[in-house]
């Protein structure tokens, strides 16, 4: 009996040109999924991009940023009893000059320009009358001291607090006073976001730089934190933060400033990112219908108008959970998009994971518009329904598969895989050079040190260079009243889980037969001026240095015992003149 043999079809051969296409094609933009957004937002964002020339996208994420900001703190969604999430976004729109990436900031900064030149009167007249109370009390107080009661002094009225909600360009220490006055949430609006990310790196005086960082991504999470400040020894506690963040950013500048150690961080996983194909600006006389911004408005009115839950006399969030469908829809997303992220290389995985919870942020904005535009079955206080979840799983998704896209385009590999741009180059020759004078220097030393940085108007180079240690992680600045000091930071331990320190900050006692068992006790700081090193001796050379110092010792003998000799003999004593009559 014979057997059949199936022979199947070969493969088509798979040529270079349509790997490339391939290659090419993931790379391509996908378009923004509108149909997933609320009505009123979908008429915004589409009347705006139109009005504007600009793709969808650049309008979408500024918008959902914003909405998330106006709910604040006053809300969480909860899968779980132990797994929340906040409305807190942070989105980037990347892209070049002239490519129209700033119209969705344009557009969030005219949506809430009324609230804010409100908040800026009512501080203002606050202010007014604080004065004149204080004026008052400034009298009583005097009128008192001068008199002979028994009675209370007069209480100095307390200074009014501001009403924020937009912030630009503040390092976190300066931030957190206004968080604490503003328990709602802010909105960091920037529209360069270079800035705000170096930020993070700069000196501030409650602390040594580069610890912003790390405070920003607990801010993330809204999560409390304290602040020591340096100038009053003061502790400020902010148990709620939240801060939302929205702005542009040029491709270049965001893969310069993520170094490899800072995407190992969390810091770029975190950021929502579009870059969309850039388009020529043509002229259009679409605009928005003013009805289409009314609507808008009203959404945002709602939305601030939340508030929190007193509990024992403090704010907390209302928890919103989930449906049953709502979580059993949640629960097969974790399970397939878990699946994927491990499948990921480091930088990716690390973003890849961060999507689960912005699956969470987006319904929960999603239900709440609904609610703000009074769609039946979605309250501010009740469930997360399962079309506001499949809205955010899908949105988590689109996000993702751009994060992947801007990933290969902008070239961020793995996190062990350093780029080595000219930046970075220089900014590694010169931790060398700073390593060898000691682990710090000046900028006028470092003015007179390396080729690169000689000569006059260097003081710009210098800092740039300086700022990208403290990027990477590998330096930070220390200020004082005279001067600025660039300080490397230590990057490894040894066996005693002591800190590694630079060669020249390391001193071995002489005592010590091996060396190591005294080394870390005889660690101590050197100055950074330069010794000179002795050349090694050759063995002619180290034969005329013993006869040298045989000689050496002879002559300090023979002078020993000649002023031995000297001073044995005794001199006969000074005869004094008589006196003259």
Same mark, same amino acid.
């Given at each position: 009996?014979?057997?059949?043999?199936?022979?199947?079809?070969?493969?088509?051969?798979?040529?270079?040109?349509?790997?490339?296409?391939?290659?090419?094609?993931?790379?391509? *933009?996908?378009?923004?999924?509108?149909?997933?957004?609320?009505?009123?937002?979908?008429?915004?964002?589409?009347?705006?991009?139109?009005?504007?020339?600009?793709?969808?996208?650049?309008?979408?994420?500024?918008?959902?940023?914003?909405?998330?900001?106006?709910?604040?703190?006053?809300?969480?969604?909860?899968?779980?009893?132990?797994?929340?999430?906040?409305?807190?976004?942070?989105?980037?729109?990347?892209?070049?000059?002239?490519?129209?990436?700033?119209?969705?900031?344009?557009?969030?900064?005219?949506?809430?320009?009324?609230?804010?030149?409100? /908040?800026?009167?009512?501080? $203002?007249?606050?202010?007014?009358?604080?004065?004149?109370? &204080?004026?008052?009390?400034?009298? *009583?107080?005097?009128?008192?001291?001068?008199?002979?009661?028994?009675?209370?002094?007069?209480?100095?009225?307390?200074?009014?607090?501001?009403?924020?909600? +937009?912030?630009?360009?503040?390092?976190?220490?300066?931030?957190?006073?206004?968080?604490?006055?503003?328990?709602?949430?802010?909105?960091?609006?920037?529209?360069?976001?270079?800035?705000?990310?170096?930020?993070?790196?700069? /000196?501030?005086?409650?602390?040594?730089?580069?610890?912003?960082?790390?405070?920003?991504?607990?801010?993330?999470?809204?999560?409390?934190?304290?602040?020591?400040?340096?100038?009053?020894?003061?502790?400020?506690?902010?148990?709620?933060?939240?801060?939302?963040?929205?702005?542009?950013?040029?491709?270049?500048?965001?893969?310069?400033?993520?170094?490899?150690?800072?995407?190992?961080?969390?810091?770029?996983?975190?950021?929502?990112?579009?870059?969309?194909?850039?388009?020529?600006?043509?002229?259009?006389?679409?605009?928005?219908?003013?009805?289409?911004?009314? *609507?808008?408005?009203?959404?945002?009115?709602?939305?601030? %108008?939340?508030?929190?839950?007193?509990?024992?006399?403090?704010?907390?969030?209302?928890?919103?959970?989930?449906?049953?469908?709502?979580?059993?829809?949640?629960?097969?997303?974790? %399970?397939?998009?878990?699946?994927?992220?491990?499948?990921?290389?480091?930088?990716?995985?690390?973003?890849?994971?961060?999507?689960?919870?912005?699956?969470?942020?987006?319904?929960?904005?999603?239900?709440?518009?609904?609610?703000?535009?009074?769609?039946?079955?979605?309250?501010?206080?009740?469930?997360?329904?399962?079309?506001?979840?499949?809205?955010?799983?899908?949105?988590?998704?689109?996000?993702?598969?751009?994060?992947?896209?801007?990933?290969?385009?902008?070239?961020?590999?793995?996190?062990?895989?350093?780029?080595?741009?000219?930046?970075?180059?220089? *900014?590694?020759?010169?931790?060398?050079? +700073?390593?060898?004078?000691?682990?710090?220097?000046? +900028?006028?030393?470092?003015?007179?040190? @390396?080729?690169?940085?000689?000569?006059?108007?260097?003081?710009?180079?210098?800092? $740039?260079?300086?700022?990208?240690?403290?990027?990477?992680?590998?330096?930070?600045?220390?200020?004082?009243?005279?001067?600025?000091?660039?300080?490397?930071?230590?990057?490894?331990?040894?066996?005693?889980?002591?800190?590694?320190?630079? $060669?020249?900050?390391?001193?071995?006692?002489?005592?010590?037969?091996?060396?190591?068992?005294?080394?870390?006790?005889?660690?101590?700081?050197?100055?950074?001026?330069?010794?000179?090193?002795?050349?090694?001796?050759?063995?002619?050379?180290?034969?005329?240095?013993?006869?040298?110092?045989?000689?050496?010792?002879?002559?300090?003998?023979?002078?020993?015992? &000649?002023?031995?000799?000297?001073?044995?003999?005794?001199? @006969?004593?000074?005869?004094?003149? @008589?006196?003259?009559?």
């Amino acid at each position: 009996m014979k057997t059949e043999i199936k022979v199947e079809p070969l493969p088509p051969h798979i040529d270079g040109e349509l790997i490339e296409q391939r290659a090419k094609a993931e790379t391509v *933009a996908q378009p923004f999924p509108l149909d997933l957004l609320p009505r009123v937002v979908q008429k915004y964002v589409k009347e705006g991009a139109e009005a504007c020339g600009a793709d969808p996208s650049v309008i979408a994420l500024p918008t959902l940023v914003t909405l998330a900001a106006c709910i604040g703190t006053t809300r969480k969604i909860a899968a779980k009893s132990t797994w929340t999430a906040p409305a807190i976004l942070w989105g980037a729109v990347v892209g070049n000059s002239g490519t129209l990436k700033s119209c969705g900031y344009d557009l969030s900064r005219d949506l809430l320009s009324k609230d804010e030149e409100r /908040y800026q009167s009512e501080h $203002e007249e606050a202010m007014k009358r604080h004065r004149l109370e &204080h004026a008052k009390y400034k009298r *009583a107080q005097t009128k008192w001291s001068r008199g002979k009661t028994d009675s209370e002094p007069p209480s100095e009225p307390a200074r009014p607090s501001a009403h924020r909600f +937009i912030v630009d360009d503040q390092t976190l220490e300066s931030l957190v006073p206004v968080m604490q006055e503003n328990p709602r949430g802010l909105f960091q609006l920037t529209d360069e976001l270079r800035g705000f990310f170096d930020g993070m790196g700069a /000196y501030s005086s409650g602390g040594r730089s580069g610890k912003d960082e790390s405070r920003w991504l607990s801010v993330f999470d809204a999560r409390p934190f304290s602040v020591d400040r340096k100038q009053n020894r003061e502790r400020i506690s902010v148990p709620m933060t939240g801060v939302s963040v929205s702005g542009t950013i040029q491709p270049s500048i965001l893969a310069n400033t993520f170094s490899p150690n800072r995407i190992a961080s969390g810091m770029l996983a975190r950021l929502l990112l579009v870059m969309p194909e850039p388009r020529a600006k043509k002229w259009t006389d679409k605009e928005m219908s003013l009805q289409t911004r009314n *609507a808008m408005r009203r959404v945002v009115v709602q939305l601030k %108008d939340l508030e929190h839950q007193i509990v024992d006399g403090a704010p907390q969030p209302i928890v919103l959970k989930m449906s049953r469908l709502a979580k059993k829809r949640f629960a097969e997303f974790v %399970d397939s998009h878990g699946a994927e992220t491990i499948q990921h290389d480091e930088a990716l995985a690390a973003a890849w994971a961060k999507f689960e919870g912005y699956a969470m942020r987006f319904a929960l904005v999603d239900h709440l518009v609904r609610a703000a535009c009074g769609e039946n079955g979605c309250r501010s206080d009740g469930p997360v329904r399962r079309k506001s979840i499949e809205n955010g799983i899908e949105l988590s998704r689109w996000f993702a598969s751009e994060t992947e896209r801007i990933y290969a385009t902008l070239n961020f590999a793995k996190l062990d895989d350093q780029r080595e741009g000219p930046e970075n180059r220089n *900014a590694t020759r010169l931790a060398e050079w +700073i390593k060898s004078n000691g682990g710090s220097a000046t +900028i006028r030393d470092i003015n007179r040190g @390396p080729r690169r940085y000689r000569g006059s108007n260097k003081e710009a180079l210098i800092r $740039e260079d300086c700022n990208t240690l403290v990027r990477d992680n590998l330096a930070e600045w220390e200020n004082s009243r005279s001067v600025s000091e660039i300080v490397l930071l230590p990057t490894e331990c040894d066996g005693d889980g002591t800190q590694d320190l630079p $060669e020249k900050t390391k001193q071995v006692s002489p005592k010590s037969p091996e060396g190591s068992k005294s080394s870390s006790a005889q660690e101590t700081h050197q100055p950074r001026r330069k010794k000179k090193r002795r050349k090694p001796l050759e063995a002619s050379s180290v034969n005329q240095s013993e006869e040298t110092a045989d000689s050496a010792v002879e002559k300090a003998d023979g002078k020993r015992r &000649h002023t031995q000799k000297k001073s044995s003999k005794k001199r @006969p004593p000074r005869r004094r003149r @008589p006196p003259t009559e």
